[in-house]
């Protein structure tokens, strides 16, 4: 069984994805950002940078229990328990590798600006918002442009789509539309339409 300290949010979304297109036995346990759950003692023992989301698996390998935060380190470590998306092959592996790496640490963290800036923040600041606005249109059109040569971003769908899946739902689709982008919403939706994707959007455990 895996607990899975989680939230409504884009990273949040990221293992819930993982977990169920794995079919791995798991239990949400939800991690209320707004009411700064993070910052309690007990779940900053499992992810001390006070970040959600974060894992404990009680069946690691060995019997171990494995406490892990950090969407794209659980990421990696689910697909390594599993054998399931992420290649075997070396170079494969590597270029899964390029774009999980890109999801997770600049796809994710400017949308999350873009969210900040332009979506929620209550006091508006036009030049912040012009920048992120600008800066999530390029990112769209980089992943645009990139799948008109590719089904998905890194070879077969793997941990790379599930780590950029969740901005581009949340904020491309929602916020900017992906009109201009057509290889990215036809991505976006072969991806919505997973059965497993579905179950983890599903409704969030109160």
């Known amino acids: 069984m895996i607990d899975c300290y989680t939230w409504t949010t884009d990273n949040g979304y990221k293992p819930r994805m993982m977990l169920e297109e794995c079919a791995l036995p798991h239990k949400i346990v939800p991690v209320n950002i707004r009411e700064k759950q993070q910052m309690t003692a007990e ?9 959600i989301p974060a894992i404990v698996d009680h069946d690691g390998p060995g019997g171990a229990t494995v ?60 030049a912040a918002m012009k920048h992120y606005d600008a800066v999530i249109r390029d990112m769209l059109s980089t992943l645009d442009k990139h799948l008109a040569a590719n089904e998905y971003v890194a070879g077969a769908y793997s941990i790379a789509d599930m780590s950029m899946y969740p901005d581009v739902h949340l904020h491309g689709v929602k916020d900017i539309g992906l009109g201009e982008y057509p290889n990215l919403k036809r991505w976006h939706d072969a991806i919505e339409a997973r059965p497993a994707i579905q179950r983890a959007w599903g409704p969030f455990p109160s």
């Open 67 to 126: 406490t892990l935060c950090e969407s794209g380190a659980i990421f990696k470590y689910l697909a390594e328990k599993t054998g399931k998306f992420y290649p075997n092959d070396a170079l494969a592996r590597a270029k899964v590798d390029q774009w999980l790496f890109y999801g997770s640490a600049t796809f994710t963290t400017l949308s999350q600006q873009f969210g900040s800036w332009v979506v929620r923040m209550p006091e508006k600041v036009p």
């Open 43 to 51: 779940f900053l023992k499992l992810s001390p940078g006070h970040k």
